[in-house]
């Protein structure tokens, strides 16, 4: 039977005080690869331009994004632009000069609006102003998608309006033709119209615009009608603007791509999976009428499992057809990002570069194929390079240019009581200069931590500080540090993984994440279905702990680690993003699923300890709009923490990020975070209840700096003042109390200060000490040592133990171990940690797993004696001995039956009481015939009040014991 843990006890409350500076002694510089999000060189050949997210080339400082380089890859240092926005578009005209568009309102100094034309040299064209054109305020997401330009250099603008994004305004048309001088051509205003049952998150857009030799637009994206005629996702304009009602095909999704070609009609690329009623995946030739060529088959298959997306379309010298986007071919399981196919629809089966994330794609004038990546893109452990040249004969892969550089963060922080901070580095390239894998330790000045293994998958995605300092990292890995894991894997504190951990076959698929619950197991979530072989559905219990002390326990767990017993009640596998246990045993999921056991639950729900659903728990029926990602438990006071995107409650516009439940799921109305807090990426409870909070919710307002404390009602701390704050989105932390806060994200600064995605925040004060038990019970098998461990420690702190009432004064640290666990250790432990703040109490219990009678004998030094026995002649057998756990190897050894005067006076019996035992008080008249006191059967305690009122002249009392399951 477990035992549930006595919770947190707050004896002091103080108010944080404000933040007020980073940690100048605390600067590592993260760095992973930069990206490039837009390619193009004159079809002649000469420099290719690029707008790269990059801070470092070759090690040294850029000081602008737009760059270019020659043919062959030489870097012109002297050609650096400096954009207060993206380049998502660029075109370089015949004589030299350059058109761009994107995000950007300035260059170099000089304001311009989001499209631009550049001389030769990069200085700004003052002959070219685009000022006149509404293409919308500025905002993280550029909505310029695709420029064309036609002989009479007259510009072709294609725009987005993104309905599910509050940043900034929305344009007020989608296509815009300019003239050469970038003033608005008025006369040309073909109007697009979006029906609003339709619900991409960029629903209305477009995506591609091409000219046609005889003067006609093409146009291709999300619109389903022109000018008031329904013309869903292609369809061509005259010259005028006006509908062309002869150009009539007909797909069944959105365009991205569109490239005319002469005599041969038009190549659309896009994720529809018909054209006129026949099949075609991602890919289609219409004819000048549009009409569908038969003579060109598409070779992706596209379904919703496996759904082609062709972003861009472009031909080489030979006629052949190079296609960009998430492309699937009918060989299975062949997803690529570039694909080269023949004018019938053949691939190149001898042009294989294996990329991914490419997020741009140039034809050289060489023949060569250049490639921009997204900077997060990986071939199996390794970063690739932000450019890369694709050989045009042997599809070979090479790197292009000099080494670009972009500032970059980590995926998760946590921290050892000791100060060290783990991290999730999966797409860092080097810290400090030196080169890093799946996971990084650095010390508490920043510096990396040599002593730890860095030879780990960059696949990691979730890795888990366990109490002992052993590290359970999850995933998509294979294997780590060379040696064969499966997407789960127990390291030890210098990263090196635990031979013994052994999971059979493993699950069948990836772990997204691993959770510690307040027993001590660990939850894991993901996207296996089974585990060796067996079916979980996404959700699994590890019990280490029974790992650790004894292997194979018959049908409750597989090799000692997968509990059984919890079996959650689905037969669908659900999407889960977080989760929370409780002390109770209970376990609260957040994630993607409308139900479990066809259960309404709507992305909210709480599981029983056996796994079967809580149907007593209908969070989700409070709200209307309910996308949670995170959840949190506060063991303490039972609430239960919601936070995400945007949540709403039934009835109510306003979108909040943080919701609190009472433990039966209510909302609780008392607390109210703000509404402008609806962009939540992470949160972590502090001592005093109150919440840390960073997201990217100063987005919204000016007042929120991506940092922020909510008190104990949902109310912002307004001591706690972020200043500055960080210069961007902040997705991450890390709470070392009292006086510490680590924080991961895009910044690039923080109040003013260069920090490269992670930075350490001091508080001005320090708060009360975190005092929490990980896990709050231990078990432990008798002989063995049992230790308890505080979650989080810092400098400053003093600690005293006690078990019960008792101070343990061997115990001053911030662990407390009992070398050899005896069945009389088990009880309650508590310790109290004390700052100059105050002192936090936390308390927690151990179970010792007894030894059978034949163990226990044994480490008696009497192995092979029997239970009938009395090995140490003093009339108690050895069996007897066993149970009142006395020495049966000294006949000296006896249970003691102490007499002590009773409640009102009377006369009342205490003896030494053992967990696990049952007591029976038994009296005699003549100490022959003995008989149990009525009421005092099955005593758990080591007292008994004898009743005042008792028969006859004398009465003789006794104490018997036994163990149930003995009985």
Known sequence: MRHLPLLLCLLLIRPLCALDMVDTDFAPVLRGVGSVSALAQRPSGGFVYTSVRADWVNGSTLSGTFLRFTEEGEWDESYQLVLDGTVTEIRVLDDGRILIAGSFTEIDGHETSRVARLLSDGSVDTGFSAESVDLGSVGPHPVITDLSVDEAGRIYVANSIDFFSPYGSAPTRLLYRLNADGDLDADFSPAFEWDASYSLPRAYTIRAVALTEDGKVLVGGDFLEINGVARPYLARLNADGTLDETYTPELDAAVHALLPVSGRGCYVGGVFTSVNGVERGGVARLLEDGELDDTFQSPFVSDITERTYVDLITMDGLGRLLLLGDLYLEYPGWGKDIVRIGTDGTVDETFTPWLSAVSSLLQLANGDVLVGTGGRSRSGE?????????????????????????????????????????????????????????????????????????????????????????????????SLAGEERKYVALLDEAGVPVEDFDLGAGPDASVSFARLMPDGKVLIAGNFSKIDGKSYNGLALLDLATWEHERGRGELWLDGLVDTTFKPNHAEWISVRDAAGQPDGKVVVVGRFSSIAGVAVKNIARLNPDGSLDTSFNASGQFDWAYPDIVKVDPDRGYIYLAGWSLSLEGETARRGVFRLLPDGTVDATFTCPDDISIVDNIELDPEGGLWVVGAFSAYTSDRKKIVHLLSDGSVDQAFDTGESANSYVEGLSLQAPASLYIIGLFTEVQGQPRSGLAKINLESPILPQVRFSPHIVTAQEGSSATFRLAETAPGESYAWYRGDERIDSAGTAELTLPGADILDAGEYSVRVTNTTGTMTASGVLNVEEY???????????????????????????????????????????????????????????????????????????????????????????????????????????VSVSKPEAR
């Open 382 to 478: 390794n970063l690739i390079p932000a450019l890369r040249q694709v050989d045009d004969e042997t599809g070979g892969v090479s790197d292009f240019g000099p080494d670009i550089r972009g500032a970059a963060y980590p995926n998760y922080v946590s921290r050892w009581p000791d100060g060290r901070l783990l991290l999730g580095t999966s797409w860092l390239k080097d810290i400090d200069g030196t080169p890093v894998g799946g996971l990084t330790v650095l010390n508490p000045d920043g510096s990396i931590d040599g002593t730890f293994n860095g030879n780990l998958s960059r696949s990691i995605s979730s890795a888990l500080l366990l109490p002992d300092g052993r590290i359970l990292a999850a995933g998509a890995f294979l």
């Open 852 to 958: 059978g009678l034949d163990e226990w004998l044994a480490a008696c030094g009497l192995e092979g004696a029997s239970g009938e026995e009395d090995s140490d002649r003093d009339g108690q057998s050895n069996a007897a001995e066993y149970l009142a756990r006395t020495d049966p190897t000294r006949a000296d050894s006896r249970m003691r039956l102490l007499a002590q005067r009773g409640e009102g006076g009377g006369l009342g019996l205490a003896w030494p009481s053992i967990r696990g035992r049952e007591y029976t008080v038994e009296t005699s008249v003549d100490l022959i015939d003995w008989d149990p006191w009525p009421g005092a059967a099955g005593l758990s305690g080591g007292r008994f009040d004898i009743p005042t009122a008792v028969d006859g002249p004398q009465r003789f009392w006794r």
